[in-house]
Structure formats: structure tokens, C-alpha cells
């Protein structure tokens, strides 16, 4: 499997790497394990999870498969900054619970040292100073490698970046969020501070909940074996926000690749992801093996100059609210092409 740096902080992963929120919750501690060495046999390195994955569960499973199979080259990620528990303590990105989180992370894991530790989401209720100067300090005593951060805006990705150099702290070297055909919102600010800065960008959800595998449908509520079927309340909801025209157009697209091809849609769409300006590593989420086998064969094939194009143009939301409208439409800036003349920094 091809590996990519981790912007300049010497880790290398995979370009697909491995979630875990599933484990605890979707799968099991034996399915999880299998999950666990299917991607690895498969030439697999980087290890997604978070405290809050099923209250530690995830943490505590990825840690006896350490334990049991003492792998040398794998990059352990997790974060924080969710609730924990339903004290006023058991939360944040605060010294005091980041403190607590990241020794908790370490028993759960087993481990020494965590490679990336990553905030999981913005905190307004907590100085930026006071998170970025605890982790630089967890840094320095040898409990984290090296921090990123999680579904921040870009202007909350840039403040923490210039309050990290400005104090000569721990740099942030990676951006976890929310990337795929259908949520594209992040090339707006968040992608481009990303490429200027040079961070790692490790997208989840790069299928889109499961829509962009083809299992929803126009019209047709979403059924009890899939995802967004198995909780009424948030599925119709989830279904009803994401049930426009303009995702039925991307999921054609991807489908008529995906026949054209004789794969499935799911690799369609990681094909398109991994291969954006920026992205480093594509995290997978899987309830089973099989799950994880489809989705590891997408690396087995690539998508062409026009079919990149053609999901690209399907794909871009028109964004007509100020100033991005403004800007492509009167300043001749186009907000949506302008990646695609971007070639991935060296990271």
C-alpha cells in the first residue's frame, strides 16, 4: 500500500488508513481484530480511533490488538476533547481535561507514546493558547509524538497554526475532517490553510455515510439494514437534508463510472478523495472484513484524467452567499476549480 508523509513531523502512514469508531459499537472485540489484521496484512499503518468511541471501548480493542500482535511500523492516532463522562471536567480542551484524556488514552492503548494526538473539535469555551500549551507540554514529556487537530474551520485552523509558531510550540501537523463528493464545503477556507501551511489532511466519511455506495434511493425512505434505517428519528432527518438534486446527479456519476468500470461505487468514490490536493490518508470505516477487503481494492485501480473531471464538475456546490459568490462571480476567483490546478504539496 502506497504511504505518504504526515507533513514534516516524520511519521508516515498509509493512504488508507483505519477507523475505528465502529469497533465497541458496530463490531465486536473478535470482528474488530480481524478488521484489524485484514488491514494490516494488506500492507495497512495508520490507526484511526478517539476516547469517545464507544466511551473507550474502541481505545481499550485497538489496544489488546497491540498488545497481542506488538506491530512495529503502525501509527496510532486517537483524540479528545468530547464528553467523557457528565462532569464539567469530563470534557473540553482544557489542561486539566487533556491532562486527564491522554493517560487515559495511553492505559486504553497500552502504549508509551501516542503518535498523533488530535483535538477532536474547537473548543470556545477554552483559550486556544491554553490547548495548544498543554499539548506542546504532553509533547515535550514524551506522552504524544505529535498533535492535529479535527473538524476546525478554517479560520480556527489558521489561528491555531500562527499561535502554535508564535510560541515555538508543537506544530499542528494534520487536519481530520469531513471529505467526500457529497460534502465538499472544506475547499472553501479549510483545504486551501491546509495547503498553505502544508498540513496532512485525513478525510473521514469518505463515502458519505453509506450514500455514496448507492444503497439510498430517490423517494424511499432509508431501510432498517442500512445506517441511516437503523435510527428512525436521525435517519429521516439525515435523509431528508441530503435528498437534493444535486446529490442524486454526483451518485449517477459515480454510478455510471462504477459500471463502466465493474467496480463498486464505493471505490469510485475513495478513488476521488484520495487522489485531492492535499489529502495524505483516507480514512476507512468498516463493520466487517468484507466491508474493508471492497474498499482496500480501490488502491487496485485508478480513476482517469476525465473521469476526475467529470466527478469534480458534478460534484462542486454552488455557493452563492457572501463573499464566495461575490468573489467568483464579480473578482474572477473560482472557488471550486482552483484545487484542481493544485498539485498535493510534498509533506
Request: net charge negative.
Amino acid at each position: 500500500m502506497e504511504s505518504r508523509s504526515l507533513h514534516n513531523s516524520g511519521l508516515v502512514v498509509s493512504v488508507l488508513g483505519l477507523g475505528t469508531m465502529t469497533f465497541g459499537a458496530e463490531s465486536d472485540e473478535q470482528t474488530s481484530h480481524r478488521i484489524l489484521d485484514h488491514y494490516q496484512e494488506a500492507g495497512g499503518r495508520f490507526i484511526d480511533t478517539a476516547d469517545v468511541y464507544s466511551q473507550g471501548v474502541s481505545e481499550e480493542i485497538v489496544g489488546s490488538w497491540l498488545r497481542a500482535n506488538k506491530p512495529r511500523d503502525v501509527v496510532v492516532a486517537t483524540k479528545a476533547r468530547f464528553a467523557m463522562g457528565r462532569g464539567p471536567d469530563d470534557r473540553g480542551a482544557g489542561k486539566g481535561h487533556l491532562n486527564r484524556a491522554v493517560d487515559a488514552s495511553l492505559r486504553r492503548l497500552g502504549v508509551e507514546v501516542i503518535d498523533l494526538y488530535q483535538i477532536h473539535a474547537w473548543d470556545p469555551e477554552v483559550p486556544i493558547e491554553e490547548t495548544l500549551g498543554t499539548l506542546d507540554s504532553l509533547v515535550s514529556v514524551g506522552k504524544v509524538r505529535h498533535i492535529g487537530v479535527s473538524n476546525f474551520t478554517g479560520w480556527q485552523l489558521e489561528r491555531a497554526v500562527q499561535v502554535s509558531a508564535r510560541n515555538d510550540w508543537a506544530p499542528i501537523v494534520s487536519l481530520q475532517p469531513q471529505y467526500n463528493l457529497l460534502s465538499r464545503e472544506i475547499e472553501l477556507d479549510v483545504l486551501p490553510a491546509c495547503l498553505e501551511h502544508g498540513l496532512g489532511v485525513l478525510p473521514w466519511s469518505p463515502l458519505g455515510g453509506g450514500w455514496l455506495t448507492g444503497k439510498y434511493t430517490a423517494g424511499q425512505r432509508p431501510l432498517g439494514h442500512t445506517r441511516l434505517g437503523e435510527d428512525p428519528g436521525r435517519g429521516v432527518e439525515a435523509y431528508d437534508l441530503r435528498n437534493t438534486r444535486r446529490t442524486w446527479d454526483v451518485i449517477e456519476a459515480v454510478q455510471a463510472i462504477s459500471e463502466r468500470r465493474g467496480v463498486p461505487m464505493s471505490q469510485v468514490a475513495l478513488n476521488w478523495v484520495r487522489n485531492r490536493p492535499g489529502v495524505t490518508s483516507v480514512l476507512l470505516g468498516c463493520r466487517t472484513v468484507e466491508q474493508l477487503r471492497e474498499n482496500l481494492d480501490s488502491l487496485s485501480w485508478n480513476l482517469d484524467t476525465e473521469e476526475m473531471k467529470s466527478l469534480t464538475e458534478i460534484s462542486a456546490p454552488g455557493i452563492s452567499t457572501y463573499p464566495y459568490g461575490f468573489l467568483e462571480h464579480n473578482a474572477g476567483v473560482d472557488i471550486w476549480e482552483r484545487l484542481g490546478t493544485r498539485t498535493r504539496p510534498a509533506l
